[in-house]
């Protein structure tokens, strides 16, 4: 494989196969905690909504949506691309220790941000009146503006010291702040608040404590992982980076593209078909987005893990484990996939007969979110290693795409015409990636090892369908589901331990048995 001329001369490491074995370990174990944190999350967020509505009601629910819809447009302009930013400069400057690029990175940026969110606060508290009264025909929205300007700025500080964090290459510490610890301050806090009578203002109030109890957490975390050297008040900050400036204006450009990425669909069924519709299609593409869960897990620390090695110029290195870490997303996202295919109408039919039709809604975006595992942390790469500008033309030329596809689709095929354009988009944006990333990184994800991955395919499809033949139509729909996703992932997950483990895969599966043995060692020890 040809490196591009782009691509400054490889320094090969000492013991390739001990620093492997390190980097793949530090990205599997903190990407299980992400996981677990993700699906922490989504538990405790369907039992907390329950209480919310049948507590405060549709109309307040109503009221709080529209609230975090200005907050949610507000939080696309006041990061200013600093925060995505933060992951890749903050993990390159420690690496090559140049701790007074990094005192000045970290300086500035709080300083910007301050400055940038105080212009927005002071807008949407003097915007709020007309925005409840006229644009949203809420007059009780007025009453709460306050509060929701507070979770816009405490958002976005929350957001970049985790991102921060995430340069530190600390994803495990920072998602038991975000996941483990925000979660449950949140619920308790709208218990207690909600109980002594303070309705939404006791929920959104409850928002805003909570993310002051994270951001002291985060901002004492990242004091403790910053050197010395960089977190000295004293003397002048560094200039900015000119490319700090570059990438955060891309990363800028990248949220609002994205921003309209993901509405398009629904707002031409919003637009061309009805509500009933829009609530099935938003509930199944609800559950499409978890397929890629194993992919973001991988991110949240591969991502800096790659800015890291690049600017150490571990090229082999980089190049290993995108292809092992590639392979892994997609071998432990199948057994998802083809449960959520297989048996899309029982899934659909857990939430009411009315849902049920969502079910063709699983397989289309299932197709295309395969896409995003299949080619890995491709565009996480590219955005690393500086390719930033090729994002930009991608996404652009994509979401010009999306709108396109949605407007001639959702008149005629309504929701299966919203989810083909969706598919179609994922699809053809992942494809540029990898395609990019190969010609300007010399970077590709593929090699004969992905054959390994037929035979316990081939076990985990034959087991689904001989499931949904025999019980399918017995046990109930949420019983059928379980049982097909546990047998799933335990046929894939022996058979390729048996057959289809190269030698890269054996080191990770060491190094996890590793730190797996030694976390019950030492709870053992510790009992």
Not at 244 to 254: D, E, K, N, P, Y
Not at 323 to 351: C, D, E, H, N, S
Request: aromatic residues 10%; positive net charge.
């Amino acid at each position: 494989m040809m490196m591009s001329a782009s691509v400054v001369q490889e320094v090969a490491p000492e013991n390739p196969d001990q620093d492997f074995r390190h980097y793949m370990g530090r990205v599997t174990s903190h990407s299980a905690v992400f996981f677990l944190g993700t699906i922490f999350n989504a538990l405790a967020a369907y039992g907390f909504k329950v209480y919310l509505a049948r507590t405060l009601g549709a109309r307040l629910l109503g009221i709080y949506a529209l609230g975090m819809t200005i907050v949610g447009i507000a939080s696309i302009f006041n990061t200013l691309g600093i925060s995505q930013a933060a992951v890749r400069f903050v993990s390159s400057y420690n690496a090559t220790q140049k701790f007074d690029l990094l005192r000045g990175f970290l300086g500035r940026s709080i300083l910007l941000l301050l400055l940038c969110n105080g212009v927005l606060a002071t807008a949407m508290l003097l915007a709020g009146p007309w925005i409840a009264t006229r644009f949203y025909h809420t007059p009780e929205l007025q009453g709460y503006m306050g509060l929701f300007t507070l979770i816009m700025i405490l958002g976005v500080f929350t957001t970049f010291f985790s991102h921060v964090l995430g340069g530190y290459q600390n994803i495990a510490q920072r998602t038991v702040i975000n996941n483990f610890i925000r979660t449950p301050a949140t619920i308790l806090l709208t218990l207690a608040l909600v109980s002594a009578g303070m309705g939404l203002r006791g929920y959104v109030m409850a928002q805003v404590l909570s993310a002051l109890l994270v951001l002291i957490l985060l901002v004492t975390l990242v004091w403790r992982l910053t050197p010395k050297l960089a977190r000295s008040f004293s003397g002048p900050l560094a200039p900015v980076d000119k490319a700090v400036v570059s990438v955060s204006a891309t990363t800028l450009g990248l949220a609002l593209l994205g921003f309209g990425m993901s509405h398009a669909d629904v707002v031409a069924i919003g637009r061309y078909r009805n509500a009933h519709e829009l609530g099935v299609y938003a509930l199944a593409s609800a559950i499409v987005g978890f397929v890629c869960i194993v992919l973001n897990s991988v991110n949240q620390i591969f991502g800096p893990t790659i800015a890291d090695l690049y600017a150490r110029k571990q090229h082999d290195l980089l190049s290993r484990m995108f292809q092992t870490l590639t392979k892994w997303i997609l071998g432990l996202t199948l057994p998802l996939a083809a449960v959520i295919m297989i048996f899309a109408a029982p899934i659909m039919r857990i939430f009411g007969r009315d849902f049920e039709p969502g079910w063709i809604i699983l397989v289309i975006g299932t197709i295309g979110q395969l896409t995003n595992s299949g080619v890995g942390s491709s565009g996480t790469l590219l955005y690393m290693t500086g390719r930033h500008r090729y994002l930009i033309w991608i996404q652009g030329a994509m979401a010009l795409m999306m709108v396109v596809l949605s407007v001639l689709l959702v008149p005629k095929w309504g929701i299966i015409g919203a989810i083909s354009a969706a598919a179609l988009t994922n699809l053809t944006t992942n494809l540029c990636y990898l395609v990019v990333a190969r010609r300007t990184l010399g970077l590709f994800p593929y090699n004969r090892s992905y054959f390994r991955l037929l035979l316990p395919g081939a076990g985990m499809l034959i087991s689904l369908f001989v499931v949904r033949e025999t019980i399918g139509s017995i046990w109930p729909s949420w019983l059928t589901v379980g049982t097909a996703l546990a047998l799933a992932y335990m046929i894939f997950i022996s058979v390729a331990m048996a057959f289809g483990l190269n030698a890269d895969d054996k080191l990770i599966a060491q190094a996890i048995w590793t730190r797996v043995h030694g976390m019950f060692h030492k709870a053992e020890v510790n009992g």
